[in-house]
């Protein structure tokens, strides 16, 4: 965890590089939300603490609150999940339909298909 931690950051910073305008204050929003989120970790895994690292790692805490609306769009609401439920069954009903007809599809066909739906 650690580790992820540490690399986490690099990674979101290098994928979010080159922001449009519009993009900048979510993009940095959320690279401050993360950067926060991984202090805190870091600093959670002393084995004690003192009231400046208590102190530090409310900080932290209180800046990954600040800057976590930038993910919320993204989070998965019990309507999202029924949704995806809904939808991944349609798709499993066509992907069994499209397989029983596989007499006349070829093997490379059947094999393209099932690729295609676990992606």
């Given at each position: 965890?650690?580790?992820?931690?540490?690399?986490?950051?690099?990674?979101?910073?290098?994928?979010?590089?080159?922001?449009?305008?519009?993009q900048q204050?979510p993009?940095?929003?959320a690279?401050l939300?993360?950067?926060?989120?991984?202090?805190?970790?870091?600093?959670?895994q002393?084995?004690?603490h003192?009231?400046?690292?208590?102190?530090?790692?409310e900080?932290?805490?209180?800046?990954?609150?600040?800057?976590?609306?930038?993910?919320?769009?993204?989070?998965?609401?019990?309507?999202?999940?029924?949704?995806?439920?809904?939808?991944?069954?349609?798709?499993?009903?066509e992907?069994?339909?499209?397989?029983?007809?596989?007499?006349?599809?070829s093997?490379?066909?059947?094999?393209?298909?099932?690729?295609?739906?676990?992606?």
């Amino acid at each position: 965890m650690r580790n992820l931690g540490r690399c986490i950051l690099g990674v979101l910073a290098s994928a979010l590089r080159r922001p449009t305008a519009v993009q900048q204050g979510p993009f940095q929003n959320a690279l401050l939300c993360v950067w926060a989120l991984v202090d805190f970790s870091l600093m959670a895994q002393y084995r004690s603490h003192t009231l400046d690292t208590l102190g530090y790692m409310e900080r932290y805490l209180k800046d990954f609150h600040r800057y976590k609306q930038v993910f919320q769009e993204f989070r998965a609401s019990k309507k999202n999940r029924l949704d995806v439920a809904a939808n991944d069954q349609h798709l499993s009903f066509e992907l069994e339909r499209e397989l029983r007809d596989a007499r006349r599809v070829s093997v490379a066909e059947r094999s393209r298909l099932l690729v295609a739906y676990h992606a």
